[in-house]
């Protein structure tokens, strides 16, 4: 499973103003949001916290939502829709 880290409030608030500023995205979603070391952002359910995973084999968490590129971000084809 790849290492992810979790973006604090600061981190959460300027990526929603670099996706206002970029895409004009509104919402607020609640949930919560993990940056991988290849600068790739996921969601990742509150929920997910409360459930027994001991006996699973999970090999990624989250749904892959944007990647931070020099130039911008760059929405994946989940994160367009939502």
């Given amino acids: 499973m790849q290492k992810l880290n979790f973006l604090n409030t600061r981190d959460r608030k300027e990526l929603f103003n670099k996706l206002k500023d970029q895409f004009d995205f509104q919402a607020e979603l609640d949930c919560l949001f993990f940056e991988g070391s ?3 952002i996921f969601l990742l359910s509150k929920d997910f916290a409360k459930m027994d995973l001991s006996g ?3 090999n990624n968490q989250g749904l892959y939502f944007l990647k931070k590129e020099r130039d911008g971000l760059r929405l994946s084809i989940e994160g367009s829709q939502l």
């Fill in 56 to 58: 699973l084999r999970i």
């Fill in 38 to 40: 290849d600068n790739k």
